[in-house]
């Protein structure tokens, strides 16, 4: 009989929240999950007066406690007019 494994790991991309059963993602498959566009940048809330960062789309994320808050930046246009 095939086991469907529960959504136990949370996170949040602009504050909607997504339900996986793996501990860990790329920044690139939560961008999947989230239905991000590849070309954006995806940036990983800190807490208090921490920077946000920049994430990379290869890198892995641990996904465990608490929820990661994620925010999705679309690419800059640097001198269009």
Sequence with gaps: MNE???ANYHFFVD???FDT???SLTTMEIKAIAGVPANY???LEEHGDAPDRALSDGEGLDL???P???YAVPPATFGCA
Aim: proline share 11%; net charge positive.
């Design 4 to 6: 469907h494994k529960p």
């Design 15 to 17: 504050n909607k929240k």
């Design 21 to 23: 059963d793996r501990a």
């Design 41 to 43: 940048q995806l940036f």
């Design 64 to 66: 465990q406690n608490p």
């Design 68 to 70: 990661k808050h994620f």
